[in-house]
Every structure is written in structure tokens, then in C-alpha cells.
């Protein structure tokens, strides 16, 4: 692929916006033929293939442009919030209105990439919420960074399980679930390090 250009990033981001439209009414990836993504975009099946190799290559960079842009969604707006609890609201809430894109686009790609992110985004919120609490502990760098990566994963599994419908439960019930987990934990660290 040639070097990204501010223009080539605005095409390529053009063919994934239309795919994403597409894949969010309901049409399948395989079933998308590639003119009808150029006439969406106004641009010719070449140029198409000058910036993707085939319809997977598209769904891969639509699907990370995506979470990019929802993860930047949800940091900034739960960046005014003080409170984890709002936070995480903040973040389950648009992970929801992102299901179906990322249902059609991840079942493709696997959801690695998105797990990876939240998963960093939510070790940089608790790190935030609970580094003085590890300092008084006495825990160093490396052990602050094991600990909070466990919870995380554990917070994590719970944000995936409740916007994939695995966790049946309501929104409230599932932040009460990273609660009791958060709670957990801060009572473990005090009942072993107090």
C-alpha cells in the first residue's frame, strides 16, 4: 500500500464509512460487491483497489477505525466524569450502540483488537482511580502494573460479555458486577497489605 496521504486517509476512511453503513443495514460482507462500495464513495473500482487488497483488508481497517473512534468517544466524555461508575456507563452504553457493526465486522475479524483496547483503556481508568491506593501499599511499577491488569481483564470480560448479550442483565446489574469486582479487590489488597 503507498504511503498515507491526508487524501488517502479521507478515501480510505470514505470506503469505510460505506461499508459500515452497509454491514449496519443489515447486508452481509460477503455479499457487498465492491462497485457498489465505489459508487457510494464516487470513485471508480480502482481506486478501491489502490487502497485495499480485497473486501477483508476494508472490514479490518473499518472495523479499527471504528473502535478507534468509539474508545476516542467514550475517553473524552468520561474524561469529565469523576466517578468510575459513570465512566463505565459511558463506555457500555456506546459500546451498545456500536453492536452491530461490531457483531458483522468482528465475528469476520475476531475481537481481539476491541478486547485489546478496552482492555487498556479500562487498566488506564483504574490505574487513575487507584494508584495512590497501590503507593500506600508499597507496591512498585511492575507490581502496580500485574495487579491492575488482572482487574482489568476481569472488568473487561464483564463490558464484552454484557454488550454481546453473554451476560443477560440490565446495564445497572452490570456495573453493579464490576463493582462488587472493584470492591473485592480493594478489600483484598487491604486485608493483605493493611
Known amino acids: ?17 460505506a461499508l459500515i453503513k ?12 465492491v462497485r457498489n462500495l465505489a459508487a457510494d464513495c464516487d470513485v471508480d473500482r480502482q481506486t478501491f483497489y489502490y487502497h485495499f487488497k480485497n473486501m477483508n483488508e476494508l472490514a479490518e481497517y473499518a472495523y479499527d477505525r471504528e473502535i478507534e473512534e468509539l474508545l476516542e468517544s467514550c475517553l473524552d466524555e468520561g ?16 459500546l ?54 488482572k482487574l482489568s481483564i476481569a472488568i473487561t470480560s464483564i463490558y464484552i460479555a454484557w454488550t454481546s448479550h453473554y451476560l443477560e442483565c440490565t446495564l445497572e446489574e452490570a456495573l453493579d458486577s464490576i463493582e462488587t469486582i472493584r470492591d473485592d479487590y480493594i478489600a483484598g489488597l487491604a486485608a493483605r497489605y493493611a
Not at 1 to 14: C, F, K, S
Open 1 to 17: 500500500m503507498p504511503a498515507e496521504t491526508r487524501r488517502g486517509r479521507a478515501t480510505r476512511d470514505a470506503f469505510a464509512k
Open 22 to 33: 452497509r454491514l449496519q443495514n443489515g447486508e452481509q460482507l460477503a455479499e457487498i460487491p
Open 79 to 94: 474524561a469529565k466524569q469523576k466517578d468510575w461508575k459513570d465512566r463505565a456507563r459511558i463506555a457500555l452504553g456506546a
Open 96 to 149: 451498545q450502540d456500536r453492536l452491530a457493526l461490531l457483531n458483522s465486522a468482528g465475528s469476520l475479524i475476531g475481537n481481539d483488537l476491541l478486547w485489546k483496547n478496552i482492555e487498556h483503556r479500562v487498566g488506564a481508568s483504574l490505574l487513575d482511580d487507584l494508584e495512590s491506593t497501590l503507593d500506600e501499599y508499597g507496591f512498585n511499577e511492575e507490581a502496580k502494573a500485574s495487579s491492575i491488569k
